[in-house]
C-alpha cells in the first residue's frame, strides 16, 4: 500500500511526529512525556508500528556501579590496607607482623586482608628478619584508584561503567571481587524511525477511524458493517504487574517443609530464648568450651537465669560431664556447674529444640525436623548475619544406620533440585561418626551444606534413648542463596522490591 493510501490511527501518528522531532530516535520513556501516552498504550501501539516497518525497536544494556554496606564504610574511612600502611608509618616505616597485630584496629580477618593487598598494591617490602616477617615502607603512596571510585560512588551514588576508562573499568571487577560494589543491569528501550516512517510523516497521512470494542449498539443498529474494527496483537508486550505474594525465602522455607513432610517427618518448633543446659550440656559440649564465649554467643541480661528440667535429669547430665555417668565415656573431667546450666541465652543451633522434644520423646519410632532462626554472635559481611535460619532433623528408630541418614539427605536434596550428593568424613562435638554432606553445582562445584552424624552415647543415654539417633542441621541461607543465585547473604532480608518483585516463588 503506497503512502497516499496508508491510513494510521491518531495515536500512531503521535508517535511518529515525536520520534521525527527528535532526530528519529526517542527512550520509551521519553517518549512517555512526549506523546502523554500511558506505557502500555505506547509499547502496544509501538508493536503495531514495528509490524508495518515504520519504526524499529532497540534495547540497549547498561551497567551501574553502587556501593554496598562495606563499600561505604571504606569509603567513609579507608580501605583495610590504607589502615595497616598508616600503621606502619605511624611505627617508623617499618614493623613486624605481631606489632602489627598489637598496634592495627583491624580484626584478625581484614588485617589478613590489608596484608595481601598491600602486597599486591607493592606498597611495602615484605622481607624475614630474626624468624618474623618485616614491612617496610619508604614513603605513603598517594591515593589509588579505587580509593578514589569509592569516594566518587559514596558521592554520586551511582556510576554507568560504560562511561569510565578501561583502567577504572579493570578496577570495578576488582571491587565487585572484593564485594565493595555491586553492579546493576539496566535495559534501556528506545523507538527508531525507520526510512519509511520518515517518508510517510513527510508527506503526509491521513487518520484512521478504528473501533476497538464491539458493542450492543453497534450489532442491533447494524452499523457494525461500516467501521473499522482495530486489530489485537495477543503477543504486544503490556506492562509487567505485579500482585502481592510470599516472600521469595518464605516460599522456599514452605518448599523445605513439604518436602519433609512428605517424607514422613513431623514438624517441631521451640523456644528462641533457650538456657544453656538446653543448648550446650544437653549435647555433651563441655562448660568451658569457647563456642560459649561472648564473642560466640548472646546471653540475656533479663531474664538472667532459666530454670532447669528436674534434678534427676540434671543429674545425669552433671554425671556424663564428670566422670561419664553410665555411657562408657569418662567424661570431661571437672566439676559442673549447675549456675553456668542456668544461664540464658539466644539459641545458637536449633539442636536445642531437638534435645528437648528427645527427651520428651525417648522411645521409637521418631522422625522430626525444624526449619527455624537462630542467633550467633557474628560480624555481619557478604556471607554471615547474626540471626538466620538452621534446616535441622533427627531419626530416631532399632538399626538405623549412616546409610539410612545419607539416604534420606540424597532424597532431599535432589527433591531441591541437586542432582549430585556426595558425603566427606568429618567431626562434630556430638555425633560419631560425623559426616559434611556436599551437592554439586555447575558454576561453583562441591559445596558443604549441611553437618550430620549419629549422636553420641554421652547426648542420648542420659535422656533414656537406647537406639541410635541419626542427627543433621545445616544453614538455609547458603541453600537459599544457591537456589535465588545471589553473592551476598544480606540481600535475603534486606527488603529490596525491586528484587522480591523479580524473584519467582515457584521454583
Keep these: 500500500m503506497g503512502n497516499e493510501q496508508m491510513k494510521l490511527r491518531e495515536i500512531?501518528?503521535?508517535?511518529?511526529?515525536?520520534?521525527?522531532?527528535?532526530?528519529?530516535?526517542?527512550?520509551?520513556?521519553?517518549l512517555e512525556r512526549e506523546t502523554e501516552l500511558d506505557h502500555i498504550a505506547l509499547i502496544r501501539t509501538s508493536a503495531w508500528l514495528s509490524e508495518k516497518a515504520l519504526v524499529k525497536q532497540k534495547e540497549t544494556q547498561r551497567a551501574y556501579a553502587e556501593l554496598l554496606k562495606e563499600g561505604y564504610e571504606y569509603a567513609d574511612k579507608e580501605l583495610p590496607e590504607r589502615s595497616l600502611l598508616n600503621t606502619i608509618v605511624k611505627l617508623g616505616g617499618s614493623a613486624t607482623l605481631s606489632q602489627l597485630s598489637r598496634e592495627t584496629n583491624l580484626s584478625g580477618k581484614d588485617l589478613n586482608i590489608a596484608l595481601g593487598w598491600i602486597r599486591s598494591k607493592k606498597w611495602a617490602k615484605f622481607k624475614k628478619q630474626d624468624g618474623e616477617t618485616l614491612l617496610q615502607v619508604k614513603e605513603t603512596p598517594p591515593l589509588g584508584i579505587d580509593e578514589e571510585l569509592l569516594t566518587v560512588l559514596r558521592d554520586k551514588g551511582e556510576i554507568e561503567v560504560s562511561q569510565l576508562p578501561s583502567e577504572k573499568r579493570k578496577i570495578i571487577d576488582s571491587l565487585q571481587k572484593r564485594n565493595l560494589i555491586r553492579i546493576r543491569q539496566e535495559t534501556i528501550r528506545s523507538?527508531?524511525?525507520?526510512?519509511?516512517?520518515?517518508?510517510?510523516?513527510?508527506s503526509g497521512v491521513g487518520v484512521s477511524e478504528e473501533v476497538s470494542n464491539l458493542t450492543s449498539d453497534l450489532i442491533k443498529s447494524g452499523n457494525w458493517r461500516e467501521i473499522v474494527l482495530r486489530k489485537y496483537d495477543v503477543e504486544a508486550p503490556v506492562k509487567a504487574a505485579y500482585p502481592g505474594k510470599i516472600h521469595p525465602v518464605i516460599a522456599l522455607i514452605n518448599e523445605i517443609r513439604e518436602i519433609f513432610l512428605n517424607l514422613g517427618f513431623t514438624e517441631i518448633r521451640g523456644p528462641f530464648v533457650e538456657s544453656a543446659f538446653w543448648n550446650f550440656d544437653a549435647l555433651f559440649q563441655p562448660q568451658d568450651h569457647p563456642a560459649r564465649e561472648m564473642h560466640d554467643t548472646f546471653y540475656l541480661k533479663f531474664p538472667k537465669t532459666a530454670k532447669l528440667p528436674n534434678k534427676k535429669m540434671v543429674q545425669k547430665v552433671s554425671r556424663t560431664h564428670e566422670d561419664g555417668w553410665e555411657t562408657g565415656?569418662?567424661?570431661?573431667?571437672?566439676?559442673?556447674?549447675?549456675?553456668?546450666?542456668?544461664?540464658?541465652?539466644?539459641?545458637?543451633?536449633?539442636?536445642?529444640?531437638?534435645?528437648?522434644y528427645l527427651a520428651a520423646h525417648p522411645d521409637p519410632p521418631i522422625k522430626v525436623f525444624s526449619v527455624d532462626r537462630v542467633y550467633r554472635n557474628e560480624k555481619l559481611d557478604y556471607k554471615h548475619l547474626a540471626e538466620f535460619f538452621q534446616i535441622e532433623g533427627i531419626v530416631v528408630d532399632e538399626n538405623v544406620t549412616l546409610r539410612d541418614l545419607m539416604g534420606t539427605l540424597t532424597e532431599f536434596y535432589k527433591r531441591l533440585g541437586f542432582e549430585k550428593v556426595q558425603f566427606w568424613p568429618s567431626y562434630f562435638p556430638y555425633t560419631e561418626p560425623s559426616l559434611q554432606s556436599t551437592v554439586y553445582v555447575e558454576e561453583f562445584g562441591w559445596i558443604e551444606l549441611c553437618g550430620m552424624g549419629i549422636f553420641r552415647p554421652e547426648v542420648t543415654i542420659p535422656f533414656g534413648v537406647k537406639v541410635p539417633v541419626l542427627a543433621w542441621g545445616g544453614?538455609?541461607?547458603?541453600?537459599?542463596?544457591?537456589?535465588?543465585?545471589?553473592?551476598?547473604?544480606?540481600?535475603?532480608?534486606?527488603?529490596?522490591?525491586?528484587?522480591?518483585?523479580?524473584?519467582?516463588?515457584?521454583?
Design 475 to 507: 544453614g538455609f541461607e547458603r541453600l537459599a542463596m544457591l537456589r535465588l543465585d545471589l553473592e551476598d547473604i544480606r540481600d535475603l532480608y534486606k527488603n529490596d522490591l525491586g528484587w522480591i518483585k523479580r524473584t519467582p516463588t515457584v521454583f
Design 191 to 202: 523507538l527508531i524511525l525507520t526510512e519509511e516512517g520518515t517518508r510517510l510523516i513527510q
Design 329 to 356: 565415656s569418662t567424661g570431661w573431667g571437672y566439676k559442673w556447674s549447675t549456675n553456668i546450666a542456668r544461664q540464658t541465652i539466644l539459641r545458637t543451633h536449633t539442636t536445642a529444640t531437638t534435645i528437648r
Design 12 to 30: 500512531e501518528i503521535r508517535i511518529l511526529k515525536a520520534l521525527s522531532k527528535s532526530k528519529g530516535e526517542m527512550k520509551i520513556s521519553d
